[in-house]
């Protein structure tokens, strides 16, 4: 790759300086380009897929019978996963959601990683939960070369301050639900 100088005038006698303003105007181009992809895919009838691998499918009816904990919460992860297959969340949002306590939930995240479901990567004091990409991917197949991590993120109630647990209360977000009668 070869490096570009920017300058205050374009040196035609040098292709690889140009001025400030072609630069400016070519990353304006590009963050045209960029607002214009997430447009379409925002439109896109697939932007809640998930892509599966059916070689994994007896991976995870091995896993649903071993523990379906650690299954539910796989499927929670992909459920909640970026499009580079990543979620941020503490342990406190696991316990919320399934109504398990902490042992149980850190045997089923130790489960999916030595069986290599998921990796999971420490941000500060959190957890980053990366999703296998051969088992499921939540964006085109070319992101697979992709290490950005701007992952989702959940956070839990419980562990708010009392003033942002009234903010959450009053601005509750609609969610689907689901009648099991």
Same mark, same amino acid.
């Given at each position: 790759?070869?490096?570009?100088?920017?300058?205050?005038? =374009?040196?035609? &006698?040098?292709?690889? $300086?140009?001025?400030?303003?072609?630069? *400016?105007? *070519?990353?304006?181009?590009?963050?045209? +380009? !960029?607002?214009?992809?997430?447009? *379409? $895919? &925002?439109? %896109?009838?697939?932007?809640?897929?998930? *892509?599966?691998?059916?070689?994994?499918?007896?991976?995870?009816?091995?896993?649903? %019978?071993? %523990?379906?904990?650690?299954y539910?919460?796989? =499927?929670?992860?992909?459920?909640?996963?970026?499009?580079?297959?990543?979620?941020?969340?503490? /342990?406190?949002?696991? $316990?919320?959601?399934?109504?398990?306590?902490?042992?149980?939930i850190?045997?089923?995240?130790?489960?999916?990683?030595? &069986?290599?479901?998921?990796?999971?990567?420490?941000?500060?004091?959190?957890?980053? /939960?990366?999703?296998?990409?051969?088992?499921?991917?939540?964006?085109?197949?070319?992101?697979?070369?992709?290490? =950005?991590?701007?992952?989702?993120?959940?956070?839990?109630?419980? !562990?708010?301050?009392?003033?942002? $647990?009234?903010k959450?209360?009053? !601005? +509750?977000? &609609?969610?689907l639900?689901?009648?099991?009668?």
């Open positions: 790759m070869q490096e570009t100088i920017v300058s205050y005038e =374009k040196n035609l &006698k040098n292709p690889n $300086q140009i001025s400030f303003e072609d630069r *400016q105007e *070519q990353i304006d181009q590009e963050k045209k +380009r !960029e607002e214009e992809e997430i447009r *379409q $895919q &925002k439109k %896109s009838p697939y932007r809640r897929w998930v *892509q599966m691998n059916k070689d994994a499918y007896k991976a995870e009816d091995w896993l649903m %019978s071993k %523990s379906p904990i650690a539910r919460i796989f =499927k929670f992860l992909i459920n909640n996963m970026d499009s580079y297959n990543a979620v941020m969340c503490s /342990y406190s949002v696991f $316990q919320e959601q399934f109504g398990v306590s902490k042992p149980t850190t045997r089923a995240i130790k489960l999916l990683k030595e &069986k290599q479901y998921i990796e999971v990567y420490k941000s500060g004091t959190s957890n980053v /939960y990366a999703v296998n990409k051969e088992i499921a991917w939540n964006s085109w197949g070319n992101n697979f070369v992709h290490g =950005k991590f701007g992952a989702n993120i959940i956070l839990s109630e419980s !562990e708010q301050e009392e003033t942002i $647990q009234a959450i209360k009053a !601005e +509750r977000i &609609k969610e639900s689901i009648d099991e009668n």
